[in-house]
């Protein structure tokens, strides 16, 4: 594991050191990236000057949701997102090249093209989760649930992105689907769940269970409790939805290795 | 292709059917491309509804027509490749490594080549990536159906908007000629049309002095302006009048492009190539 760790981040600094060999083409991905998630912001902040509450939910409220699913979602696509690319790396025989390096794939895979410029967006939605703090009274006990909540929200974003690449082994052309769950995903927890229909939160809280990453301890953080009448103690649950989704990866990840044959390029 | 036509013109068709066949190949890229857009449609829909129950004319849309809105726009941003890739991304390459030279030297009008090229992409797309989110949307919500005349102005006007969309990410991409590396301004029209268009949010909805500006740029011909002639929000004059716009932004566009190509090829022969 410490192995694995030290190799991610070898791989990884060495994409940082080509990426800043092209400063202006960095700097305006950088930006580009920012401007793409404020303007997502600022559209449902247009959306307000035609409401007064959405879904029962004031606009600093739905900041505190966007900006928790935003922190989680933007920092595993930074350290993971490139696991999108294994269609890719499967066609041009690269990973083949990867199966035969004391590395584990995975760890190849996730730190290949590592994309520092992706800070930018998580300054984004550190930026709209601070605007929102101030609603929320802080407490030690507060404080905990929002660092654990993160730290889980960043480990179910990793295990989304890992689980609907895998699909790739078989058809390598099919990346955009894994995008409907990972992208898609972080659209979706950008709402206040009251707006979706009861079979849409509960899917996303028993098969998908994103609501884990920002619903449940968003309730917690705002004192409020859930209008879906889940128990309460789901407010705490997010590691474990984290850790169930962990043993599901690995286990559809070794499904998807095991069953690889090289295009023999 | 009969031989009976002009041979410039089952030339470019040529092209676009070429066009059209190579992003056919990819099957399976395309239904998990569908299915993305129907998630993003189900998705948007619920936030819309949320939306039209709090202020039922937001906009000055019904609650169905901003349902339409939505599938319309998730059915066009493959077919004006709102976030680049078509043959102007083919372009950029090209400029980077080169082969640009070669294009130059056909005895074929460079614009009018990638220009059908687009055309054939765009014609796959809208057949696939459209129509079949479309039909999902309308299982799963039921969506405003155009007047015959609406239909037909719809079909027109999205035409229109791969011309106007093809010819401002052609601009970008040549900015490659000087830049050489294109990423940078792709990025940035991403942004912009993205935003512009209508996809994040319809036009209409945007604050005094905004929409104005919003409705009169290039990106409006994007999605707002089809999905607003489906909906008849344009009828009689009002819909020559808007896709009179269009027109203009595409001869605009078309122009400015010849002239940034005519600058290019002086540059590229003074490189030597």
Known sequence: MVDAVRAYWLIAALWIRAS???????????????????????AIWLMFSHLDTYGGFTLREIALLYGVTSLAFRVADMLVGSVEKIGQKVRSGDLDAMMTKPVPVLVQLCADRFELRRLGQIGQGLAVFAWAAPIVEWNPQRLLVLVVALVSGVVIYFCVFVTFSTIQFWTTDASEFANAF???????????????????????TYLLPLAFVNWYPCLFLLGLTDPFGAPDWFRFASPLAALALVVVTALVWRQGLRRYRSTGS | MSGALH?????????AVRSFRRYSTYTAATLAGIFTNSVFGIILSFAYLALWEQNPSAGG????????????????????????????????????NGDIAVDLYRPVSVLGWYLAADLGRGL????TRGVAPTIIGA??????LPSPAGAAGFLV?????????FAVRFLFAASAFWLLDATGPRVLLSVLATFFSGLTLPLNLFPDGLRQVALALPFASYIQTPADIWLGRHTGLDLLAAIGLQVLWAVVMLAVCALVLRA???KVVVQGG
């Open chain 1, 20 to 42: 800043m060999a092209y400063p202006v083409s960095f700097w305006t991905m950088t930006l580009g990236g920012v401007l793409i998630t404020f303007l997502d912001f600022v």
């Open chain 1, 182 to 204: 990972t992208y898609g995903g972080n659209t979706i927890m950008q709402y206040p769940m009251t707006i979706f229909p009861r079979e849409v939160v509960r899917s996303l």
């Open chain 2, 7 to 15: 041979p410039q013109i089952s030339l470019y068709a040529a092209i």
């Open chain 2, 61 to 96: 849309y019904e609650a169905d027509q901003a349902v339409t809105f939505v599938w319309i726009g998730q059915a066009l941003l493959m077919t004006i490749a709102l976030w680049s890739g078509g043959a102007t991304d083919d372009l950029a390459e090209r400029i980077r």
């Open chain 2, 124 to 127: 796959y797309h809208f057949a």
């Open chain 2, 139 to 144: 299982l799963l919500f039921g969506l405003v």
């Open chain 2, 157 to 165: 006007s999205v035409a229109l908007a791969v011309v106007v969309s």
């Open chain 2, 264 to 266: 290019a090829t002086r």
